[in-house]
Structures are given as structure tokens and as C-alpha cells.
């Protein structure tokens, strides 16, 4: 997300940009919406109304947090420049830095986020309503039953039922096992289409809105919540499911696009080897290709790799030793040494898992820095999860961290 909305933001600035990723990053694990800060505090089962006005005790709590760098003229100036970047085509993303919308998730639970696809954000639950939770026999992980009776047990001011159908026949290799990728594709015909309003038949009489798994297709995706409306009569609302996630999809689809409108060159499959730093400056990186290594040169350098979950940040360990880097420049990370302090003790621990927030240091321009605070290259930015203290897995920020940074480094490149 960091790296790929950096690299749009520059290459519409009219900066000449490569993109160079070993793959297509984390968005196809992720729900598609935009998290800026959804509990504080971060152990907290109470979600934030204004993710704005909880900063402040946020980062009061967390001191070592990177909203502390950015602050809210990027946290705002990054959603911002975000729907910018996707609000064009099917994709409609909505909602405000001021305000959470509260989403149902795939097991029932509720889900604060600060941008969603309108697709999604019509299932805010705060609108009250009688709403029915549509799933699939064939589509593995969607339980309406369960979605509906968790939703019903929080005394939101909602009445939810469930209702599964069989899928009309579709041509993927096991019907019985079909991703929410394949199931997005085939949605896409009218006739598939046409075929499931039937399996519904009368079930949806009495109800406001209805809700179906994040499958309803994806290039065309505005086209069939629009068919499907039309058919039903309804209001209808997706629901985020475990990936491969479809709105993940039709974000990436959207942001490769944008970025190749904007004349950016963009390489994936290729892996960045190393890179080296001489008198503060980045001087080149090498990245791999089928004849070997290949240099590349450049006045600024963006560093998104992820942190542990990603790969962006790397560990080993030999006993109670343990080791905690940077693939790439070598950079210093802030990790504990003693591997066993890595790990609280359970593992959905209230105050999350100490190795999620190791990452490279950075001043307030994003540069890495050693031990005393000093720019190791200042022409290096380390955005997104790669920054220590980027904790996702806390009070719910990773999106609006990768988008915030994003902003203050196109700042700093651009002016």
C-alpha cells in the first residue's frame, strides 16, 4: 500500500519513477478499507467514533507510534491524496478522517474503518435496519449463520437473518471449494447473475438491506451491485471475507493503473538485492533479473518493503540470541536481542506481540537513522510497515500509517 500510492503521488508530480516489487504486496490479504485508528485505547473492545479526535491519548500511549513523524496534516493530507488516487471507474471510497464507519466482519464482529468501498461502507451497521446476510454452499469461510447471530448478540439496533444458497453451476475446477476470486469473475455474467436473485427468490422481502460476501465481481464491479439493486429492490452491501481478498484485488487493479496512466515503470517478480549507501546517499541498488543482477541508479530512494509480516524486516535467532535486519541497506532496526522477549506469552495478548512493532529507525523527515539520531542517507525514506513502531496489529492504524508516510515523503521529494 505504502509503496505502490508513493509511486503513484510521484510519478503524477511528473518525477520519472520505478517501482520495483517482488510481488503484489499485502492488498490481496487486506479488507480493501482504509484503517486510520479504530480502538484507543489499543486493547480497548469499544470502537472510535473520530479517529482525529482520539489521537492525541493515542499517541500518548504510544510514543514510539510513526503518526508521531507525520502527524494529522498527512494523516489527512494522505487519505486525501488516497481517494484521489482510486475514486475514478467502479471504485467509490468513502467516509472521512472524522468518522468511522462500523462494518460487519467476516465472523460478525465490528469492524471500525475510516474509507470504505461504498459497497462495503453500505453495510454501516450505526444505520440501524433489518438486514439479511446472503452466503454460498460452494464459497469456504462465509458463514451467514454465524455472521447474523454475532451481529444479533450486540444489541446494535439491527436485526440480521441468514440465508444460504447453492451457487448455479460455475466453471472452476471444484465447485466446491470456490475462491472469492473465481466467484468475483463469474458474477460478472448477467445470466450468473440472473440465476442467484432467483435462488433468493422471496427470502428478501422484509428486509432494508442485504448483504453478500466481497465477491460481486471486479472489473465491473459498479455494474453488478447495480444489476443486482435493480433485480432485488434492495439496498445491497459486501462483506469483507479471508483473502484472497476481491476488494484488495480492485484496489491493486486501480493503483497499477493509475500508476501506468501516470507514465510510472513498474517491475514485479524482481527482487531488490542490496543497495549502497557511500557519504549519506544512496548511490545505487541491485535487483534481480533472469541475466543476474542489474544496477539502478536514482536521485531519491523509497524504502516499503513491509515489516516482519512482509519480509520487509528479517529475523534469525541461535539460542536465546537473537538476530533482527534489514535485507536491503543493512539498516538498524529496533528489536530486542533476547529472542524470548520477542513473543508475549499468548498469543492474541491485549497488548499484542512485541516483535510486530521491530522496524528501521527514522527521523522526522523519514530518513533511517543510527543510534545517535543521525540521517544514515538522506536521500533514503522508509515508509509504511517498515518503521519501527508500525504495529498494525494495535488500535488498528496500518492503512493510515502507509498512506501518511506516503504523503510526507512525496513532501519531501516534490516540495
Given at each position: 500500500?505504502?509503496?505502490?500510492?508513493?509511486?503513484?503521488?510521484?510519478?503524477?508530480?511528473?518525477q520519472?519513477?520505478?517501482?520495483?516489487?517482488?510481488?503484489?504486496?499485502?492488498?490481496?490479504?487486506?479488507?480493501?478499507?482504509?484503517?486510520?485508528?479504530?480502538?484507543?485505547?489499543?486493547?480497548?473492545?469499544k470502537?472510535?467514533?473520530?479517529?482525529?479526535?482520539?489521537?492525541?491519548?493515542?499517541?500518548?500511549?504510544?510514543?514510539?507510534?510513526?503518526?508521531?513523524?507525520?502527524?494529522?496534516?498527512?494523516?489527512?493530507?494522505?487519505?486525501?491524496?488516497?481517494q484521489?488516487?482510486?475514486?475514478?471507474?467502479?471504485?467509490?471510497?468513502?467516509?472521512?478522517?472524522?468518522?468511522?464507519?462500523?462494518?460487519?466482519?467476516?465472523?460478525?464482529?465490528?469492524?471500525?474503518?475510516?474509507?470504505?468501498?461504498?459497497?462495503?461502507?453500505?453495510?454501516?451497521?450505526?444505520?440501524?435496519?433489518?438486514?439479511l446476510?446472503?452466503?454460498f454452499?460452494?464459497?469456504?469461510?462465509?458463514?451467514?449463520?454465524?455472521?447474523?447471530?454475532?451481529?444479533?448478540?450486540?444489541?446494535?439496533?439491527?436485526?440480521?437473518?441468514?440465508?444460504?444458497?447453492?451457487?448455479?453451476?460455475?466453471?472452476?475446477?471444484?465447485?466446491?471449494?470456490?475462491?472469492?476470486?473465481?466467484?468475483?469473475?463469474?458474477?460478472?455474467?448477467?445470466?450468473?447473475?440472473?440465476?442467484?436473485?432467483?435462488?433468493?427468490?422471496?427470502?428478501?422481502?422484509?428486509?432494508?438491506?442485504?448483504?453478500?460476501?466481497?465477491?460481486?465481481?471486479?472489473?465491473?464491479?459498479?455494474?453488478?451491485?447495480?444489476?443486482?439493486?435493480?433485480?432485488?429492490?434492495?439496498?445491497?452491501?459486501?462483506?469483507?471475507?479471508?483473502?484472497?481478498?476481491?476488494?484488495g484485488?480492485?484496489?491493486?487493479?486501480?493503483?497499477?493503473?493509475?500508476?501506468?496512466?501516470?507514465?510510472?515503470?513498474?517491475?514485479?517478480?524482481?527482487?531488490?538485492?542490496?543497495?549502497?549507501?557511500?557519504?549519506?546517499?544512496?548511490?545505487?541498488?541491485?535487483?534481480e533479473t533472469?541475466?543476474?543482477?542489474?544496477?539502478?541508479?536514482?536521485?531519491?530512494?523509497?524504502?516499503?518493503?513491509?515489516?516482519?509480516?512482509?519480509?520487509g524486516?528479517?529475523?534469525?535467532?541461535?539460542?536465546?540470541?537473537?538476530?533482527?535486519?534489514?535485507?536491503?541497506?543493512?539498516?538498524?532496526?529496533?528489536?530486542?536481542?533476547?529472542?524470548?522477549?520477542?513473543?508475549?506469552?499468548?498469543?492474541?495478548?491485549?497488548k499484542?506481540?512485541?516483535?510486530?512493532?521491530?522496524?528501521?529507525?527514522?527521523?522526522?523527515?523519514?530518513?533511517?537513522?543510527?543510534?545517535?539520531?543521525?540521517?544514515?542517507?538522506?536521500?533514503?525514506?522508509?515508509?509504511?510497515?517498515?518503521i519501527?513502531?508500525?504495529?498494525?496489529?494495535?488500535?488498528?492504524?496500518?492503512?493510515?500509517?502507509?498512506?501518511?508516510?506516503?504523503?510526507?515523503?512525496?513532501?519531501?521529494i516534490?516540495?
Open positions: 500500500m505504502s509503496g505502490l500510492t508513493t509511486a503513484c503521488q510521484l510519478a503524477q508530480a511528473r520519472k519513477v520505478l517501482l520495483i516489487a517482488h510481488g503484489i504486496g499485502a492488498l490481496l490479504l487486506a479488507s480493501g478499507c482504509i484503517d486510520v485508528l479504530g480502538f484507543q485505547p489499543a486493547d480497548s473492545r470502537p472510535v467514533k473520530n479517529p482525529l479526535n482520539s489521537l492525541d491519548s493515542f499517541l500518548k500511549e504510544r510514543p514510539d507510534h510513526p503518526y508521531h513523524y507525520v502527524g494529522r496534516k498527512h494523516i489527512e493530507a494522505g487519505l486525501e491524496a488516497f484521489r488516487l482510486t475514486n475514478h471507474d467502479s471504485l467509490d471510497y468513502q467516509g472521512s478522517v472524522e468518522r468511522n464507519w462500523l462494518l460487519p466482519s467476516a465472523i460478525g464482529a465490528l469492524r471500525p474503518t475510516c474509507l470504505a468501498p461504498a459497497s462495503l461502507a453500505n453495510g454501516d451497521l450505526s444505520r440501524g435496519g433489518r438486514m446476510i446472503v452466503g454452499k460452494e464459497l469456504r469461510d462465509f458463514y451467514p449463520a454465524l455472521i447474523s447471530q454475532n451481529l444479533n448478540a450486540q444489541d446494535l439496533g439491527i436485526q440480521t437473518d441468514a440465508l444460504t444458497i447453492t451457487l448455479p453451476p460455475i466453471p472452476v475446477a471444484d465447485d466446491m471449494n470456490v475462491t472469492p476470486i473465481e466467484l468475483a469473475h463469474v458474477f460478472e455474467r448477467p445470466n450468473f447473475r440472473a440465476n442467484v436473485v432467483k435462488a433468493i427468490g422471496r427470502h428478501h422481502k422484509n428486509y432494508d438491506r442485504i448483504g453478500f460476501p466481497a465477491v460481486l465481481g471486479i472489473q465491473h464491479h459498479a455494474e453488478v451491485i447495480a444489476d443486482l439493486e435493480k433485480q432485488l429492490g434492495k439496498r445491497i452491501f459486501e462483506i469483507s471475507t479471508l483473502p484472497p481478498s476481491v476488494p484485488r480492485r484496489l491493486f487493479d486501480v493503483l497499477r493503473q493509475t500508476f501506468g496512466q501516470a507514465e510510472g515503470r513498474l517491475i514485479i517478480g524482481s527482487k531488490v538485492v542490496d543497495g549502497v549507501i557511500e557519504k549519506g546517499q544512496v548511490r545505487q541498488i541491485h535487483f533472469a541475466n543476474g543482477l542489474k544496477p539502478v541508479t536514482g536521485k531519491n530512494y523509497v524504502l516499503a518493503t513491509g515489516g516482519i509480516y512482509g519480509g524486516i528479517q529475523s534469525d535467532s541461535d539460542g536465546a540470541v537473537g538476530r533482527v535486519w534489514e535485507p536491503i541497506f543493512d539498516l538498524p532496526v529496533e528489536a530486542d536481542q533476547n529472542r524470548h522477549n520477542w513473543f508475549a506469552t499468548g498469543f492474541l495478548d491485549s499484542g506481540q512485541p516483535f510486530a512493532g521491530y522496524g528501521v529507525k527514522v527521523n522526522d523527515k523519514l530518513n533511517p537513522v543510527n543510534d545517535s539520531g543521525n540521517a544514515l542517507a538522506e536521500n533514503l525514506y522508509i515508509a509504511g510497515a517498515t519501527a513502531g508500525a504495529d498494525w496489529t494495535r488500535g488498528r492504524t496500518g492503512d493510515g500509517v502507509a498512506l501518511a508516510t506516503a504523503s510526507a515523503i512525496v513532501e519531501q516534490v516540495g
